[in-house]
């Protein structure tokens, strides 16, 4: 009876990881803030700055870029290591950059070390495919907010 119960357990946690991964919708937004209005602003519309943790998800936020028709643009994503460099977290869910799944998705170079002024990251065509680069908070650039779905 016990090990009968633990499977259920086990099944209930990989299901519910498998509806985190695919009930996720995202919309681009072609306006120019600050990382910190980005982040604001996002859950004043009832979602998060995005933080893709899997391809599937990045993919799914350059669709969505692609969609909006601006691919040259720049777009905050919620990696910031303004609390210790080198130290990326999502901020939108506190977790490390990379620490569930392994997922990264940095341009060659990226990010760098010892860049105390540049702490948080963008979404950008590099060398033709998205990837992540790091800038200025302050900076203004377009961003992507996620939703969860309830499937
Ligand atoms: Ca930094």
């Known amino acids: 009876m016990k ?12 299901a519910s990881n498998f509806c985190t991964t695919f009930a996720l919708r995202y919309t681009v937004h072609n306006t120019e ?10 859950i004043g519309q009832g979602g998060y700055l995005a ?12 669709d969505a870029v ?3 028709g601006n691919t040259n643009k720049k777009y905050w994503l919620a990696g910031t290591d303004i609390g210790q460099d080198g130290a990326w977290i999502w901020i939108s869910r506190n977790v490390p950059v990379g620490g569930v799944n392994g997922y990264i998705n940095w341009a060659s170079g ?7 002024d540049a702490n948080c990251m963008l979404l950008e ?9 790091h800038t200025t ?9 996620e939703y969860y779905s309830v499937n």
């Open 137 to 145: 908070c302050d900076d203004k650039n377009f961003y992507v907010c």
């Open 3 to 14: 090990v009968g119960v633990i499977v259920l357990t086990a099944i209930a946690v990989v």
């Open 51 to 62: 933080a893709p943790q899997v391809a599937l998800q990045g993919d799914k936020i350059w």
């Open 125 to 133: 065509k590099n060398r033709g495919t998205p990837k992540w680069v």
């Open 33 to 42: 803030v600050t990382f910190y209005e980005a982040w604001v602003q996002c």
């Open 110 to 116: 990226f990010p760098e070390i010892g860049d105390t």
């Open 66 to 68: 692609n969609k909006s």
